[in-house]
């Protein structure tokens, strides 16, 4: 069976990815910060139909259970194929002009230095079993209707993330392949729920991009925007 592993995947676009991918027959395995968390996720994907799914502790600001994570991945999941980095913290989404540099460093922490260390951690395991890494990102060009500081340059380091591991996964001739899917506007506790024309739901951001990691096309070093614009 097919085997993913979703950081942030008890809530959210994460969520939405786990139910889609366990529905179309994965085992899932979701990254979680606390038991109870996992715990709960777990039933309510087994309420909506999948029964192939389990949790690991990690939280992203912490290197230990990141790399706890890795290694009971590599343990109890041998057929470990896709990582999709997924977890994220939104920062202070105020004014860049009254950024801290506490704010900057605890997001940056989550979202790029967590993130690289995981991503850097499966590679092996992945590399073994032609593997696949999507990060769940958005395009950082300035934008003066929505400007977070902290939030857009931790994704702009991730997605330079992308860029340099996808050409050097490809020099060094390793089985596997990275690149990053920007969902667009979708209604999520990161932007407080937020519904306006031109969002989308959890379920139908996660519905476009299983039909992405199911397409049987190589995506590797793309950066793919399922909805690049509010429509």
Not at 75 to 94: K, Q, S
């Amino acid at each position: 069976m097919k085997t993913a592993f979703i950081t942030g995947g008890n809530k959210g676009i994460g969520f939405a990815l786990a139910k889609a991918l366990g529905l179309a027959g994965w085992q899932v395995v979701i990254g979680v910060r606390t038991e109870a968390n996992g715990q709960k996720a777990l039933t309510q994907l087994a309420a909506a139909g999948v029964s192939q799914a389990s949790f690991l502790i990690l939280d992203l600001s912490q290197s230990d259970t990141v790399a706890a994570a890795a290694a009971q991945l590599k343990d109890r999941y041998p057929d470990f194929t896709l990582l999709i980095n997924n977890a994220g913290v939104p920062g202070n989404m105020g004014s860049s002009v009254e950024e801290t540099e506490s704010d900057l460093r605890s997001t940056m922490e989550v979202n790029f230095f967590g993130t690289f260390q995981l991503t850097q951690l499966a590679i092996p395991l992945l590399n073994e079993n032609h593997g696949r890494i999507i990060n769940v990102t958005i395009p950082t060009a300035a934008n003066p209707m929505w400007n977070p500081l902290a939030y857009k340059a931790s994704k702009a380091a991730q997605n330079v993330m992308m860029d340099s591991l996808a050409i050097d996964l490809t020099k060094a001739k390793k089985n596997v392949e990275i690149f990053s899917i920007h969902p667009g506007p979708t209604t999520t506790d990161l932007n407080g729920n937020t519904k306006l024309p031109g969002f989308h739901t959890p379920d139908d951001v996660a519905n476009q991009m299983i039909q992405i990691v199911e397409d049987g096309r190589s995506h590797h070093g793309e950066f793919i925007e399922i909805y690049s614009e509010l429509k």
